[in-house]
């Protein structure tokens, strides 16, 4: 009885949080209907100034980063702003032992020395239109009613070539169309996207800057961390995007953004524009539940067993260390977001405020005399239930195995290399071998010891098959019990003596001998890999019937949900798309009695410095600019340097190197992180936990100037006061 009435209470409570909170990644079309209280908040600019729709605004300085982060113009001569672990992977490509620019960082002098980069690209979104008559109009001509052919990117995809017509691309260089769903499929957007793929690294810093705190202080407030890199586009001599060419030129942007020294108060408005990747503010109860205790409790079960062997191994060798920074780092950043996901599901009552949010639905579903809605929910329930234990043993495999073991990864030969083994071609054996040796070297390379992902190996494996019954294990690894009798540090250990891929001189062994096919055939990392990814394959392929339902109610659901109380506080769900956010720079107490300010110094770094600790030491440079406190126009009014500070703004990943703006829309930092109490956000904004975590732009410029010595560059940005 209690419970029945404190439910009620409940779900208002959590409307007026919402109605008050910064909550929401919105669209830029959305910016009418939150202008009003952005300007309530201390917004000084005007609507079109932000968003225009048939003209140039500011949206039009964002950038789609390297297909997964966000970057800002800053310059009339097409330079861009972004985080260093956004451009780490280009940074590192350029990365040798005589110019190790991870290391000691990177500074282009002048545009001759700026480096082009494989593989890269910065998307403009030039236009965006509401296509959702046009697409609902085309759906109708499907007849099966359960069709997924309406969240399908295929089939948006060419409803997007049809609408803008043949020949579009070659008519309009470096431009294309795709149309995406929103809501679950109640609202479709059509973006025209301008893609440069000529885009050089101008500048980074050395990675005690770009990386300070690395793993320890990831999704850590207080943080400081100088996480920019510098980038610029270049563009044929008609400003349109070509392959990279020495004659391309700096592309003139059609806007970018000024620079403001002005810093941040508390309770400053703040604003972000970027592409946030996914979201799930739509879960239901069930939902939270199934992503809590299958895919985030897995995760931290695995993880914290892989790492711990990572660790010990790291702390014993620094060459190990060196070989598995990255991918602890990888595997840990995963790692402390599901961690801070449950905490924010348990401590903070997520599924609860998800539970009473279906309530009310399903009781005013109810009074209009529309079943459909708890239908919805319903279906949902059930085929979350009826997956559960297929979607176990599919994440148990994934993080314990699949990512777990890096041996589950060795190259699996084709079957056209086997035949081109069996051949007597000797030109095609020849070619198969170096195929495979190239495989075998991408996969044992300098980062990879056997010796590591063994004894990972042992104790995944051990996690693995105590928790999946014998008959439903991959079938390579019921030897464990049939050959073995249970010992898994003897299965693994004849996996390494008996395999090609086994050492580097097991493979050269194989590859300069006489090859065979036979042996292929019977080696065990091979048969182990193949088995593994043979049941991967198929627990994912019996998962697939469980998801179309789910996409098919949540569309009912979500349609519920707006119809019930309207659009004006629900944000579509996070797809990668542009979308902007507005809240204040604002502390935070994430526990009872501890509070953590808005603002963090250079005094933070000192503090924070460990000579022994690889983390946690202070650049040189660095260090003796803080000793003569040689911040120039870059310090606060104080005279203190400020490094990073944080907002109530709501972002995810993707978020990062988002353009950070003040009431103005000047740049006063860049986006690169959230606090891991936050992390929740991505099913429920939390106004009191969630932080986006983001560098001072002051903190840019000072390194740009004083550690990097690059002047033109401070020269060519427009700094306000
Ligand atoms: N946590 C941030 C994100 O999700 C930054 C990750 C990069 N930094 C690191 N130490 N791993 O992407
Ligand atoms: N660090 C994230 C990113 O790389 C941002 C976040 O998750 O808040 O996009």
Aim: aromatic share 10%; net charge neutral.
């Amino acid at each position: 009885m209690k419970k029945k009435l404190l439910l009620p209470l409940f779900a208002v409570l959590c409307l007026t949080q919402i109605a008050r909170a910064d909550e929401g990644m919105w669209l830029m079309q959305q910016l009418s209907r939150k202008y009003a209280q952005m300007k309530e908040r201390g917004l000084k600019m005007k609507e079109y100034d932000l968003y225009n729709p048939d003209g140039t605004s500011l949206k039009d300085a964002v950038v789609l980063f390297d297909g997964g982060c966000t970057g800002e113009v800053v310059s009339d001569r097409g330079l861009v702003l972004t985080n260093h672990h956004c451009g780490y992977s280009m940074i590192q490509a350029h990365s040798t032992l005589e110019h190790n620019y991870l290391e000691d960082g990177f500074w282009a002098m002048n545009e001759a020395d700026e480096l082009p980069n494989k593989d890269i690209s910065v998307v403009f979104i030039d236009k965006i239109e509401d296509v959702t008559d046009y697409v609902k109009k085309e759906l109708k001509s499907i007849k099966d009613p359960n069709s997924m052919e309406y969240l399908s990117p295929k089939y948006l995809q060419k409803l997007a070539d049809k609408r803008v017509g043949k020949n579009f691309s070659t008519k309009n260089p470096g431009l294309s169309v795709e149309i995406k769903a929103f809501y679950g499929g109640n609202l479709y957007l059509m973006f025209t996207k301008k893609t440069y793929t000529d885009v050089r690294l101008v500048g980074a810093p050395p990675s005690n800057i770009g990386k300070f705190g690395a793993d320890t202080d990831n999704w850590m407030w207080p943080r400081h961390t100088g996480d920019f890199s510098i980038f610029r586009i270049y563009a044929d001599k008609n400003g349109n995007p070509a392959p990279y060419s020495p004659d391309n030129v700096p592309l003139r942007p059609k806007k970018y953004f000024n620079i403001s020294l002005g810093g941040v108060q508390e309770k400053d408005f703040a604003m972000i524009m970027g592409f946030p990747g996914t979201t799930h503010r739509y879960f239901t109860a069930s939902e939270v539940d199934e992503w809590k205790s299958l895919d985030n409790d897995i995760r931290i079960r695995m993880r914290d067993i892989r790492q711990g062997v990572m660790l010990g191994e790291m702390l014993a060798d620094p060459q190990i260390k060196i070989m598995y920074s990255a991918k602890y780092a990888g595997s840990q950043n995963g790692y402390k977001r599901a961690i801070g996901a449950n905490w924010a599901i348990k401590t903070r009552g997520l599924r609860e405020t998800k539970q009473a949010m279906q309530d009310r639905l399903i009781a005013w579903g109810n009074a209009q005399g529309k079943p459909q809605y708890a239908q919805a929910i319903s279906e949902i329930d059930a085929t979350v239930s009826k997956r559960a234990d297929l979607r176990r043993r599919y994440l148990m495999l994934e993080e314990g195995i699949i990512r777990g073991i890096e041996f589950a990864r060795a190259p699996i030969p084709t079957e056209a290399e086997i035949n081109a083994l069996k051949s007597g071609d000797a030109n095609a054996r020849r070619t198969m071998i170096s195929d495979l040796r190239t495989r075998y070297n991408a996969f044992a390379d300098k980062d990879y010891s056997a010796e590591v992902d063994k004894k990972i190996a042992v104790a995944m494996l051990t996690e693995y098959i105590r928790e999946i019954p014998y008959e439903k294990l991959p079938a390579h690894l019921q030897l464990i019990r049939d050959r073995f009798a249970g010992n898994v540090q003897a299965y693994v250990d004849d996996i390494f003596a008996r395999s090609i891929y086994g050492s580097a001189g097991q493979f050269a062994r194989f590859a300069d001998g006489s090859p065979s096919a036979e042996q292929l055939a019977e080696d065990p990392m091979i048969l182990f890999a193949a088995s593994v990814f043979g049941e991967y394959r198929k627990l994912y392929q019996e998962l697939r019937p469980y998801d179309d339902p789910i996409l098919r109610a949540q569309r009912t659901y979500i349609a519920g949900l707006l119809e019930m109380d309207g659009e004006q506080d629900q944000f579509p769900d996070a797809n990668l798309t542009l979308r902007f956010t507005y809240g204040q720079v604002k502390g935070y107490s994430p526990r009872d009695n501890v509070h953590y300010g808005h603002q963090t110094t250079l005094t933070g770094v000192m503090e924070k410095e460990d000579p022994d600790n690889w983390e946690f030491v202070v650049d040189p440079k660095l260090k003796d600019l803080y000793q003569r406190r040689d911040y120039g126009r870059y310090a606060d009014a104080n005279g203190a340097m400020p490094v990073a500070f944080c907002a109530t703004t709501h972002t995810t990943g993707g978020n990062s190197g988002s353009p950070v703006l003040n009431a103005d829309g000047a740049l006063i930092g860049l986006n690169f992180d959230r606090n891991w109490e936050g992390v929740g956000g991505d099913i429920q904004y939390l106004a009191d936990y969630q932080r986006s975590i983001i560098v001072d732009i002051r903190y840019v410029l000072l390194v740009i100037d004083k550690v990097g010595g690059c002047q033109r560059l401070i020269d060519e940005m427009n700094i306000v006061r």
